[in-house]
């Protein structure tokens, strides 16, 4: 058994050397107020921590998800310009499965970026970006380990002329994409995951190592501690002390990822209530604020322009699930001017 995982980790790892562009599979379908790096239960909390996976209690194998989203500025609107309603349209689609320790994922995006205007006409990049992600974990009682090695591919069409919706689609999915030069890369990364009875504690490394360029290999202390996070939650149980189903389900997370870096850090705090009518049936209701500023600015000098709040609302039936997410910078209260307001309709299928 241990050189069959072993050979599927090498096997894989090949695979993903080759691939490009600096992206995630944490990225905006599994950016929600529902996920925090230091949640566990579900399956979908392994594919955001690798070291979550052995915690999970949903007995999933095989999991698929695809969400339509669309950002809006004023701007378009005020301007009386061409399909203002088409700015920032990004559809994304995950397959993820594996067995108890060992899960493969990929991840496809396509998303219209760069709008302009030129003699009338409508025009936008068209970027495409795929990730595939390889999770390795194992558990010792009330304390996990996790593997992760990722890679991905970003590739470019650039100021294509859109004049309706099936221009969108046409160029999106049946043209030629130009890849992006030099944003090859490739990631190793690890996490340490602890569960005592309703509380976790996670601590993750992102980057140990880091293939970019074509191969070079980028491999530093400050590339280590700059991808450090931290996170801890509390989660309620899913079942009373009598095994009566508890209708009301509350959890609660605080992380700070890439605490120590002063170029992606992300401070969130997340919350959510879960109406769990049946075993398999709920309505959830979430919300969230992440701050992307270094820990130290945040707590002297909190900026509302880079902190964004997330509301988000699931029901999660037997099979699958669906859900609508709203997304603004907090700045939008002050001025609805340069701010930007997003909406996700996501749907999900499982077993």
Same mark, same amino acid.
């Given at each position: 058994?241990?050189?069959?995982?072993?050979?599927?980790?090498?096997?894989?790892?090949?695979?993903?050397?080759?691939?490009?562009?600096?992206?995630?599979?944490?990225?905006?379908?599994?950016?929600?107020?529902?996920?925090?790096?230091?949640?566990?239960?579900?399956?979908?909390?392994?594919?955001?921590?690798?070291?979550?996976?052995?915690?999970?209690?949903?007995?999933?194998?095989?999991?698929?998800?695809?969400?339509?989203?669309?950002?809006?500025?004023?701007?378009?609107?005020?301007?009386?310009?061409?399909?203002?309603?088409?700015?920032?349209?990004?559809?994304?689609?995950?397959?993820?499965?594996?067995?108890?320790?060992?899960?493969?994922?990929?991840?496809?995006?396509?998303?219209?970026?760069?709008?302009?205007?030129? $003699? %009338? *006409?409508?025009?936008?990049?068209?970027? @495409?970006?795929?990730?595939?992600?390889? !999770? /390795?974990?194992?558990? #010792?009682?009330?304390?996990?380990?996790?593997?992760?090695?990722?890679?991905?591919?970003?590739?470019?069409?650039?100021?294509?002329?859109?004049?309706?919706?099936?221009?969108?689609?046409?160029?999106?999915?049946?043209?030629?994409?130009?890849?992006?030069? $030099? %944003? *090859?890369?490739?990631?190793?990364?690890? @996490?340490?995951?602890?569960?005592?009875? !309703? /509380?976790?504690?996670? #601590?993750?490394?992102?980057?140990?190592?880091?293939?970019?360029?074509?191969?070079?290999?980028?491999?530093?202390?400050?590339?280590?501690?700059?991808?450090?996070?931290?996170?801890?939650?509390?989660?309620?149980?899913?079942?009373?002390?009598?095994?009566?189903?508890?209708?009301?389900?509350?959890?609660?997370?605080?992380?700070?990822?890439?605490?120590?870096?002063?170029?992606?850090?992300?401070?969130?705090?997340?919350?959510?209530?879960?109406?769990?009518?049946?075993?398999?049936?709920?309505?959830?209701?979430?919300?969230?604020?992440?701050?992307?500023?270094?820990?130290?600015?945040?707590?002297?000098?909190?900026?509302?322009?880079?902190?964004?709040?997330?509301?988000?609302?699931?029901?999660?039936?037997?099979?699958?699930?669906?859900?609508?997410?709203?997304?603004?910078?907090?700045?939008?209260?002050?001025?609805?001017?340069?701010?930007?307001?997003?909406?996700?309709?996501?749907?999900?299928?499982?077993?």
């Amino acid at each position: 058994m241990k050189r069959k995982v072993y050979f599927i980790l090498l096997v894989f790892t090949i695979l993903l050397l080759p691939l490009t562009a600096a992206r995630t599979l944490r990225t905006d379908l599994l950016k929600s107020p529902l996920k925090n790096i230091a949640y566990s239960g579900e399956y979908t909390d392994g594919i955001v921590n690798s070291a979550a996976f052995p915690f999970r209690t949903d007995g999933l194998s095989f999991y698929f998800a695809s969400q339509v989203g669309e950002t809006y500025l004023k701007t378009p609107f005020n301007n009386n310009e061409r399909l203002p309603g088409l700015q920032n349209l990004a559809i994304n689609s995950l397959v993820s499965f594996g067995s108890s320790s060992l899960f493969l994922s990929g991840d496809i995006e396509f998303g219209l970026g760069n709008r302009n205007i030129i $003699n %009338s *006409e409508l025009y936008f990049d068209i970027n @495409s970006y795929y990730q595939l992600q390889v !999770d /390795f974990a194992y558990r #010792f009682d009330f304390f996990s380990m996790g593997v992760r090695l990722e890679g991905g591919n970003q590739s470019q069409r650039i100021q294509r002329k859109i004049s309706s919706i099936a221009d969108v689609f046409a160029n999106m999915l049946f043209e030629k994409y130009t890849p992006v030069s $030099n %944003s *090859e890369y490739f990631i190793a990364g690890a @996490s340490t995951f602890f569960k005592i009875s !309703d /509380f976790n504690f996670t #601590f993750t490394a992102d980057e140990l190592i880091k293939v970019v360029n074509m191969g070079k290999l980028v491999s530093s202390w400050q590339q280590i501690y700059e991808s450090l996070s931290v996170g801890l939650s509390y989660e309620s149980p899913k079942y009373r002390a009598d095994g009566n189903l508890q209708f009301v389900r509350f959890r609660t997370g605080l992380s700070l990822e890439h605490f120590l870096s002063t170029e992606s850090p992300v401070n969130e705090f997340s919350t959510d209530i879960n109406l769990q009518l049946l075993p398999d049936l709920s309505i959830i209701l979430g919300a969230s604020l992440r701050n992307y500023q270094p820990l130290f600015n945040a707590l002297s000098q909190f900026s509302m322009e880079n902190t964004v709040q997330a509301l988000e609302l699931k029901v999660k039936f037997f099979v699958g699930s669906i859900s609508f997410k709203v997304l603004t910078p907090l700045s939008i209260y002050q001025k609805w001017e340069n701010n930007a307001l997003s909406f996700n309709v996501t749907g999900a299928l499982y077993y």
